[in-house]
Every structure is written in C-alpha cells, then in structure tokens.
C-alpha cells in the first residue's frame, strides 16, 4: 500500500504522507459570531493539505461552495498556505461550528509548520479572518481552548488577515472526491470523514458537494 501511494505522491506532485492525531470533539466557542443574515459569508482556514481539508467541509451542512487554494501566498514558495476558502450559509452554520469542526476533526492544531510529516510553512495552522468579528472569534476560541486545557501541547494556529486567496487548478479541486481509493486518502482523510460523522451528526451531510471550476 504506502509503494503505491508513494509512487502516487510523486506523480501529482503535492501532498505527503501524514499520521493523524485522533480526532476529538472539542467545546463549541463561548463566542460564536452567529448571526442570522440574508446572505451567504465567507471564511478561509489552514489546516494542512487541501486535499483532506476541502473534502471534509464538502460533506458539512450548510456550506455551499468550497474551494481549494493558497492564503498568504500565491503558493507554498512565497509564505502561501495550502487552505480552502468555504462559502457557507450562517442561518444553517454559523462560524464558530466551522471552527469547531476544524480544530476537532481536520487537523492537528499543536503541530507547527507541518502535519504530519507534511513539512513546511505552506502546511501551517492559519485562520484567516474576512473582518473583525472572524477575527475576535478565532483569537477567543484560541484563548478558551488554551485556558481549557482541551489539548496536551500548546495550539500554534496563526490567525491573520487575508491578503489574498488563489485557487489552485482543476487537477487539484475535488481531489478528495475524484481520487476515493489513493492510499493517501484512504489513510489521510477517510477517516476525518469518519469521524465528522460520529461527533458532528448533525452537521454531516452524506452527499458531498463537488466544487466547478
């Protein structure tokens, strides 16, 4: 298994290998930021590879579109970070829920600069705020979780503004959906879908969404 899936990590050229910590579900933020709005908002998040990141949000209610791509960086050469930007509706899911998926299920946020042994700033922890109240809920969560002690080690997720998002190419989107048997996904990223399911029942939505570039 781990032959083919290194001759596969060669031939597309992005993500590696990566051991996942066990996900657990973590308290929801005392401050959400939940409102409800007319229309849809947006919220981009740094978690590791965009592969696994953009396949579990595409199974989460709620959410409308969800798009690979790099923040902070036109790619991971330049400082950018592999991340989604995720499109969602806050009369079904607000923004702290998102947060609480992404810090229980999609990664692990006390590794710095890597997942894994995926390695490197492009790899890296970051939340990436649209405005002020994103901004005020990410660092409250952090600060909640820290002073809660939910994780053995010290959580290192950034939170910063978004300069600017690319998306990366049609190859690359979807890449959870399209490629359901690679053994860096079935190893990688399977399971958080498991595990979406069994602590966010509620928020899980069977049928993904696939994004159309």
């Excluded at 590696?16 to 308290?27: N, R």
């Excluded at 390695?119 to 909640?144: E, H, K, M, P």
Aim: hydrophobic share 40%; net charge negative.
């Amino acid at each position: 298994m781990y032959r083919s899936l290194a001759v596969s990590v060669l031939l597309i050229g992005a993500c590696t290998v990566s051991a996942q910590e066990k996900p657990t579900v973590i308290p929801a933020p005392t401050l959400d930021g939940s409102h409800v709005s007319g229309s849809s908002e947006k919220a981009v998040l740094a978690g590791g590879c965009y592969w696994g990141t953009q396949g579990v949000f595409e199974h989460v209610r709620g959410i409308e579109r969800v798009v690979a791509g790099f923040a902070g960086g036109h790619n991971d050469d330049d400082g950018g970070a592999e991340s989604v930007m995720i499109t969602f509706d806050p009369k079904v899911i607000s923004y702290g829920r998102l947060l609480q998926i992404f810090f229980s299920v999609v990664h692990d946020p006390t590794q710095l600069d890597r997942q894994g042994p995926d390695v490197g700033r492009g790899y890296r922890s970051d939340i990436f705020y649209l405005n002020d109240t994103q901004r005020r809920v990410a660092q409250a969560y952090i600060a909640q979780l820290e002073q809660a002690r939910v994780f053995s080690k010290p959580i290192v997720t950034r939170v910063d503004a978004l300069p600017a998002f690319d998306p990366v190419g049609s190859d690359q989107q979807d890449f959870m959906l399209k490629n359901p048997h690679l053994d860096y996904i079935e190893v990688n990223d399977v399971p958080k879908l498991a595990s979406l399911k069994q602590l966010f029942p509620a928020s899980y939505r069977p049928l993904p969404l696939q994004y159309r570039y």
